[in-house]
Structures are given as C-alpha cells and as structure tokens.
C-alpha cells in the first residue's frame, strides 16, 4: 500500500516563506515524479510545480520565480520552498507521486497567507 504524506503548511504573512515537505513510501514501483497542486474554496485544482525523478521541474506562471521544488530520490521525498508568499496562494496544498503507471494523491495541507 502506497501512502503520501505531506507537511509544513500553516500560517504566515504575505511577504513570508513556508516549506512542504512529501514523502511517498510503499508500492512496488519507483517514483518517476512527484508534483504539488493546490485548491482554493471555490476553485479547481490546478498544478503549482512538479518534477520528475532526473530532477526536470516546470511551475505555473504565477509562482514562477518565487517557488522551488526538489526532489530527493533515495527517500521518494519532494520539498516545495515557498518564498514572497502571497494571499491568493492560500489553498489546501496536495501532493502527488507517480509510481509505474499508477498516481497516488495526500490528503493536502492547508497554507494560510494573510495580508
């Protein structure tokens, strides 16, 4: 059984820095890669920044510049480093490992950024 869990969301000021963290653990296939998303009340969940196990990283445009996702592959774990935090990045964060063909999903993280 595969579980993702994730970890370091809270609240912080607008201008402010946080750092998720996920790890993958189980299954019988490698991670091929390992992304972040986030959903905001009332919005769709859309993609913040995924990278794939050689370490190739692509970012939505609006955290371009200001987030940097890591991947450490001897214990299937990525980080998400949050920096000039901005009110509208408020949203329940998820992360995702793809393992072999399948794709398995935490159970998010809340990250508050106040004005």
């Known amino acids: 059984q595969v579980h993702v869990v994730e970890s370091g969301g809270g609240l912080m000021p607008a201008g402010g820095s946080l750092r998720l963290s996920c790890v993958a653990s189980?299954?019988?296939?490698?991670?091929?890669?390992m992304g972040w998303y986030r959903q905001a009340p009332g919005k769709q969940r859309e993609l913040v920044a995924r990278?794939?196990?050689?370490?190739?990283?692509d970012y939505a445009d609006s955290v371009q510049g200001r987030f940097t996702i890591s991947i450490y592959n001897a214990n299937n774990t990525v980080y998400l480093q949050m920096n000039s935090l901005k009110p509208e990045d408020t949203a329940i964060y998820y992360c995702?490992?793809?393992?072999?063909?399948?794709?398995?999903w935490g159970q998010g993280t809340q990250v508050t950024v106040s004005s």
């Open positions: 189980g299954g019988i296939f490698g991670v091929n890669a």
């Open positions: 990278i794939t196990n050689s370490g190739t990283a």
């Open positions: 995702n490992s793809k393992m072999g063909p399948f794709t398995y």
